[in-house]
């Protein structure tokens, strides 16, 4: 459904009779849209406290009414409607997490398929109650997932741990657009019993704080699905002895982006103590969840075959040796009870061992750019007879703000995807590479449109992403949403479509100095970006918020202006010898600002574990400068307005 680019006086709170609203208006009201919603004949209707409500589900009457009542007490009491709840022994031809509305002048009838579509029948209800502005129309509404699992994956391990009030908030904020699974990505930051060494300082998740968001998610209709690497990804484990032995190499070993490295980061799979190691952590971190299900992880095993398995998998191939090793884990768990789930770009590396793999794993196919094969993957999949997951992102690592255009894309490429070959979920994942410096409402585009696709990517493809982050995350607060997504903008002048990361990221990231750090930028680009820049900065400047953390969201959106500012003349300098000097000075100047704001705002929504090594990076770069200071001539520290463009 096309979004109404009508003036929303439907919304506004002047005074005087107000028109009935149309059923685009309507829908407009909801998110996600419904797939179904429908004029049907009576008088129009105001919703509100005296509206007779009926509820009619197949559930047990008390768990429905806990449930609702956690979803009605967010409205205000003079609107908070009684609904009458009613058992039924079936729910007519609805499907699993599906519901129903009429609405007519007489009062207002629900059915509900289940406990999760009387959630949902009951959020449709109060978005209403809270967004029409003016009398509605007798309508139906028959609604149903395209996914029956829809989530989230949050990484908690490169660096950033958030706070309980910050995962707790985030996980109200998702039960409201109807995620309903949950994932927070671990390689180290969970406190495993024997394990201080490799978790000392990261500030980790504890087994009571898992236990209470178990509780936590599974009464707003999450499940929390425990999560561990156990096989790549494994260097802030490798790096301690005595883990140290346990690793695939034992010296440099070549990455397939063509470098060199040489922190070990993948378990040797032929050494029986690497599986003791992770079924030991098994054994400490699943007794904390509910959740049937377990990822293991188990992607990007880069040095598979270069260390002490080289052997091996030259005499039998590294898809062999690696999928005894998926085995032997599936085992472990299927002993525990759990269902096994685990990302599945190395077996598509090795499509041979495909129809051996476990019938009931279930495979994650991750991809994040806007061109991922996804659909091949998905037929592979469908083909080899697994049940799969497809999984894009969020885009908002190793960009500081974004990459909009690639996150829209990624996402709507992986659910027709999914749809098409039959994914029963849809996993929208978010990184936090170097560090995890981009801050938190950078990824609340992707997850907001993410939980709309997922849904029903037929009534929610053509939402105005800006509008709707705007009225759903910051409380209808002026641009705030439209500027969030300008954010992941910035870098489209440059014309560069790089993998997993945008050229100001590169810019920041690299040597100031080696041409690969700026190699395809150009001084008009440059001009682009910074003319782009200024009006949003200034914008942000001005913005007025009305949610419950105004002055946070509005310093992370000018934390995050600055320091895409930084990387543009960082990189214009470095195109330009002249101005080094001066530029070293001011930039020098201009990250010290940068740091100390970022450790505030980390500090607001984080635990202070990884903070350090989050800080690092910038740490480099301002040596960098320094050291430029040091070599630069005197004569040459002449002033400049290279900082001053925005300010």
Not at 43 to 64: D, N, Q
Not at 116 to 124: E, I, L, N, P, S
Not at 188 to 217: E, N
Not at 575 to 585: G, K, Q, V
Request: charged fraction near 25%; proline fraction near 6%.
């Amino acid at each position: 459904m096309a979004p109404d680019r009508r003036p929303r006086d439907w919304i506004s709170r002047r005074s005087g009779p107000r028109p009935v609203l149309s059923i685009a208006q309507v829908a407009e009201c909801i998110f996600p849209r419904p797939r179904r919603i429908a004029r049907v004949a009576g008088s129009p209707v105001r919703l509100g406290l005296t509206t007779p409500i009926t509820l009619l589900c197949p559930e047990t009457i008390a768990h429905v009414h806990r449930a609702l009542r956690r979803i009605l007490n967010k409205l205000p009491a003079a609107k908070r409607p009684r609904i009458n709840l009613l058992g039924t022994i079936g729910a007519g031809n609805l499907t699993s997490q599906g519901y129903a509305i009429d609405i007519r002048d007489g009062g207002v009838t629900a059915i509900a398929a289940d406990l999760a579509g009387a959630r949902f029948a009951v959020t449709t209800l109060a978005q209403l109650i809270r967004s029409a502005r003016g009398p509605i129309p007798a309508l139906t509404i028959t609604d149903w997932p395209d996914f029956p699992v829809r989530g989230v994956m949050l990484d908690i391990s490169r660096d950033k741990v958030p706070t309980m009030r910050t995962l707790m908030r985030l996980i109200d904020r998702l039960a409201d657009w109807r995620i309903n699974h949950l994932q927070l990505y671990t390689e180290h930051t969970f406190a495993y019993r024997g394990h201080a060494r490799v978790w000392r300082g990261a500030s980790p998740m504890t087994p009571a704080q898992i236990r209470k968001l178990d509780r936590y998610c599974a009464e707003r209709g999450i499940e929390l699905v425990p999560n561990q690497n156990s096989f790549g990804h494994m260097e802030r484990w490798l790096k301690h002895e005595p883990y140290r032995a346990l690793a695939e190499t034992t010296g440099p070993w070549k990455s397939p982006f063509g470098t060199i490295r040489t922190q070990a980061a993948t378990l040797n799979p032929l050494d029986p103590r690497s599986l003791k190691l992770v079924i030991g952590l098994y054994d400490q971190l699943l007794p904390n969840f509910t959740s049937r299900l377990f990822n293991v992880g188990c992607d990007e095993t880069f040095e598979l075959g270069q260390g002490r398995s080289a052997a091996e998998c030259k005499r039998r191939g590294v898809g062999e040796v690696y999928l005894d090793y998926l085995l032997k884990i599936h085992r472990a768990l299927a002993r525990r009870g759990r269902r096994m789930m685990f990302w599945s770009d190395v077996v598509h590396q090795h499509p041979r061992i495909l129809p051996r793999l476990p019938k009931d794993a279930i495979a994650l196919i991750w991809g994040y750019e806007s061109d991922h094969p996804f659909d091949a993957q998905c037929r592979a999949l469908r083909r080899a007879g697994l049940d799969f997951y497809v999984c894009p992102g969020t885009s908002s690592w190793c960009s500081f703000g974004g990459r909009t255009a690639n996150m829209l894309a990624n996402l709507r490429n992986a659910a027709r995807a999914g749809r098409r070959h039959g994914a029963i979920g849809y996993l929208v994942t978010d990184w936090g590479d170097y560090g995890h410096r981009q801050q938190l409402p950078v990824s609340y585009p992707g997850w907001l449109f993410g939980a709309g696709i997922a849904w029903c990517a037929e009534s929610n493809e053509r939402i105005d992403l800006g509008t709707e982050l705007s009225r759903l995350v910051f409380d209808g607060s002026s641009r705030a949403g439209e500027l969030w997504c300008e954010a992941g903008r910035i870098h489209e002048p440059t014309r560069l479509n790089l993998k997993n990361k945008t050229p100001l990221f590169v810019a920041m990231h690299g040597d100031w100095l080696d041409p690969a750090s700026v190699n395809g930028l150009t001084l008009r680009s440059i001009n682009a970006m910074l003319a782009r820049l200024k009006p949003l900065y200034r914008s942000a400047l001005s913005l007025k918020l009305k949610e419950p953390d105004p002055a946070l969201v509005r310093r992370e959106l000018i934390l995050t202006f600055l320091v895409l500012r930084h990387a543009v003349l960082r990189a214009r300098a470095a195109l330009n010898p002249r101005l080094r000097a001066a530029a070293a000075r001011h930039l020098h100047f201009d990250l010290r600002r940068i740091m100390a704001e970022h450790r505030r705002l980390w500090l607001a929504r984080n635990r202070p574990g990884g903070l350090a090594s989050s800080l690092s990076y910038y740490e480099r770069n301002l040596k960098e400068y320094a050291d430029y200071l040091k070599r630069a001539e005197p004569r040459s520290r002449r002033r400049t307005n290279l900082i001053t463009v925005m300010d």
